[in-house]
């Protein structure tokens, strides 16, 4: 596969073994508390690779309280192998202050399950891990050509794009969904004013006994646009902490929104926009506030669900100029629960 999604495949760490990359990940208001949710292990790696989650990695909820793009909570799950019949056991931990941020703190097991089952928490929270449909949507030409964009500094190139024929790249396709739902009572603790910063990260066990980053994310949309050709920078976004964001690429990003920008003529000082872009766009974490409805919209970002447009909205702020893909969350065969684990069921005969 030689493009990268919202977050799909999008760098060759994340290639080597996509059941550590991380597709996408959305937050919002469940049932009873804060979803979150991050998906692995996409169909589209091939039917020859292993499915399901990595025994030897670790997939983490990454959760900022107070505004400094630092860890105050984390969720962490861990995996057995997985058995002939699909079926893996999980392990989920919760890790507080600085062991949130540590990965090698045991914090404290609040759960034990297994995949296609749900779980409840100690502190009222609830998992579910499994196989599930994506609902992620875009079309796939309109993604070539925003890679092509940033890549070169150009406007996109649709001139041989029909949008009453576009199509969603992702129908049929299927995902390995980590699904996590934590009452307010757990997270208003570690916050001001009951706003957060969400970022999803996996690791791998090193030969030296340590973990290696692989995948992180955070906002939708990042990967493709800036690093779908640059295979460097996607594996540079993926091993940092969010809080170097700004300072490690916040300069590389912004030059190429502004020669995109420049190339619409979408703005009378094309950098000064980049810089407010970046701004925006960096620390890479998704905001959201407990209790509320969330939207990832133009006006704001706050969470994600799992139909929201992302590509429409990331393209065009990115190039300040409108951009329509020409598809929405009807093209998505299955459709989401409102009811726990939230996520699309598998369709039949899907990939």
């Known amino acids: 596969m030689e493009i990268g999604m919202s977050h799909h495949l999008d760098s060759p760490l994340a290639r080597q ?112 891990v499994g196989k599930a449909s994506d609902p992620f949507f875009i079309d ?65 066990a090193t030969d030296s006994g340590g973990w290696g980053p692989i995948n992180r994310a955070g906002l939708p949309m990042i990967h493709p646009l800036f690093a779908q050709l640059n295979d460097s920078l996607g594996n540079d976004l993926n091993t940092n902490k969010p809080a170097d964001d700004l300072h490690l690429h916040g300069s590389t990003i912004a030059d190429m929104v502004a020669a995109v920008v420049s190339a619409y003529g979408a703005a009378e000082n094309p950098q000064a926009y980049a810089r407010v872009f970046v701004d925006r766009l960096f620390p890479n974490m998704l905001p959201y506030g407990i209790g509320t409805q969330a939207s990832y919209s133009f006006a704001s970002w706050n969470g994600r669900t799992l139909t929201d447009n992302t590509p429409d909205v990331m393209l065009t702020l990115a190039c300040n100029h409108p951009i329509a893909q020409g598809i929405s969350k009807d093209s998505v065969a299955t459709q989401v629960s409102r009811k726990f684990p939230y996520v699309p069921p598998t369709p039949p005969g899907s990939v």
């Open 17 to 128: 073994d996509p059941r550590l990359d991380i597709t996408d990940l959305f937050v919002f208001r469940g049932e009873r508390g804060t979803v979150f949710i991050s998906n692995h292990s996409h169909s589209l790696a091939g039917e020859d690779i292993p499915r399901g989650f990595q025994p030897e990695g670790m997939y983490e909820f990454k959760i900022d309280g107070d505004g400094d793009a630092v860890e105050d909570l984390t969720f962490r799950f861990t995996f057995g192998e997985r058995g002939e019949d699909g079926v893996q056991s999980y392990e989920l931990r919760r890790l507080v202050g600085s062991d949130a941020g540590d990965p090698s703190a045991s914090g404290t097991v609040v759960a034990r399950g297994r995949s296609e089952q749900s779980v409840e928490a100690e502190g009222g929270s609830r998992a579910w």
């Open 140 to 204: 796939p030409d309109v993604l070539k050509a925003a890679g092509s964009a940033f890549q070169n500094g150009t406007a996109l190139d649709l001139s041989h794009w029909d949008s009453a024929e576009a199509k969603n790249l992702f129908a049929g396709h299927t995902v390995y969904s980590i699904v996590l739902e934590v009452p307010d009572g757990e997270l208003l603790p570690i916050t001001q004013e009951g706003n957060i910063g969400v970022w999803a990260l996996t690791s791998l």
